[in-house]
């Protein structure tokens, strides 16, 4: 079972920036493809981004490309998600998900997942 600790969020100007965090409980996890889903009020869930376990493949959805950039640390059980440029339709909660491959993550299938940290984004 993996657990996943995340941090950041908050409230934020339009145009600010913010970083979000999440380190997985147990080093398999470093096998695992890694990132952050979100939910807006009304809307389906969707992969904001997604980064394979060596860190060497991301996906990002259309809408955040350009200003959104994920990583992993060396150790590869930490994800971070910057988020730059916000915009009042970035506000969301944020999980943080790991587990499985790359393919079935950004299909929307990972196995473990963060509790969520909301992100809110003023006009």
């Known amino acids: 079972q993996v657990q996943l600790a995340e941090s950041g969020g908050g409230l934020v100007q339009a145009g600010g920036s913010m970083r979000l965090s999440c380190t997985a409980s147990?080093?398999?996890?470093?096998?695992?493809?890694m990132g952050w889903f979100r939910q807006a009020p009304g809307k389906e869930r969707e992969v904001a981004a997604a980064?394979?376990?060596?860190?060497?493949?991301?996906y990002y959805v259309d809408s955040v490309k350009g200003r959104f950039t994920i990583t992993r640390d060396d150790v590869k059980t930490t994800v971070f998600l910057q988020m730059n440029s916000l915009k009042p339709e970035d506000t969301a909660i944020y999980y943080c998900?790991?587990?499985?491959?790359?393919?079935?993550?950004?299909?929307?299938?990972?196995?473990?997942w963060g509790q969520g940290t909301q992100v809110t984004v003023s006009a």
């Open positions: 147990v080093d398999a996890a470093s096998t695992y493809a």
């Open positions: 980064i394979d376990w060596d860190g060497g493949t991301t």
């Open positions: 998900a790991s587990g499985g491959t790359f393919r079935s993550f950004t299909r929307g299938k990972p196995d473990y």
